[in-house]
């Protein structure tokens, strides 16, 4: 089972600023399976990044991810007031389970 | 467009087995484009997978819960449906239906449906 660990835990930041959010996986990871999902209060999560690095339908561009191997990012480049949420990374591979990170609650100051 | 909408009773009682069903709509479960995922959350925590169903029938399920699980699918009413027996109160969750796309991208959930775990 690929374990993935976000951090930080949380992170407040003013709208504008930029906010870098990490992914670590237990084990070397195919990109392609690495995604980011978004969930604000009493809503379902919602697609932000697939294949590490691409943007899901309707997503905007400061929306950014990255990273290969165990170490994965995402990067919202200028936050806007209704980015504040929690965001997942997971990871679905060949083997079950699928998997996700415990998440990064984003504050907005 | 596409819709998924999840529906069971919201309170089961311990040791019972919990039973939900998704209604998808706007696209056809038979056209074998997609798996179909049972994903759950417990108030303030993360996200759980519980186990996928493709349109065959063919399953994948958590090892966690692989011994209580038991998924199915409808094609005629299109609609997937999850069992969960011998439940305690650390299953008490949101359980979210969700299509699961090309490497295993989850592009459409439900609303999600509140189960709670109680006498």
């Known amino acids: 089972e690929v374990v993935l660990t976000q951090s930080p835990g949380t992170l407040s930041l003013s709208p504008g600023e930029r906010a870098i959010l990490s992914c670590r996986a237990s084990?070397?990871?195919?990109?392609?399976?690495l995604g980011w999902y978004q969930q604000k209060p009493g809503q379902a999560p919602r697609v932000l990044i697939y294949g590490a690095s691409g943007r899901a339908t309707g997503i905007p561009d400061r929306f950014s991810g990255s990273g290969s191997g165990t170490d994965f990012t995402l990067t919202i480049s200028r936050l806007e007031p209704e980015d504040f949420g929690v965001y997942y990374c997971q990871h679905s591979g060949s083997s079950v389970p699928v998997t996700f990170g415990q998440g990064t609650r984003l504050e907005i100051k | 467009q596409v819709q998924l909408r999840e529906s069971g009773p919201g309170l089961v009682k311990p040791s019972q087995t919990l039973s939900l069903t998704c209604d998808v709509s706007?696209?056809?479960?038979?056209?074998?484009?997609?798996?179909w995922s049972w994903i759950r959350q417990p108030a303030g925590k993360g996200l759980e997978w519980i186990g996928r169903?493709?349109?065959?029938?063919?399953?994948n399920y958590n090892p966690s819960l692989k011994s209580r699980i038991n998924m199915s699918v409808d094609t005629s009413k299109n609609q997937v449906s999850l069992r969960l027996s011998s439940v305690t109160a650390a299953d008490t969750a949101v359980y979210y239906c969700?299509?699961?796309?090309?490497?295993?991208?989850?592009?459409?959930w439900g609303q999600g449906s509140l189960v709670t775990v109680s006498s």
């Open positions: 169903i493709y349109a065959s029938g063919t399953t």
């Open positions: 706007g696209v056809s479960i038979s056209s074998g484009s997609y798996y």
């Open positions: 084990q070397s990871v195919s990109s392609s399976f």
């Open positions: 969700a299509r699961e796309a090309t490497y295993g991208l989850f592009d459409k």
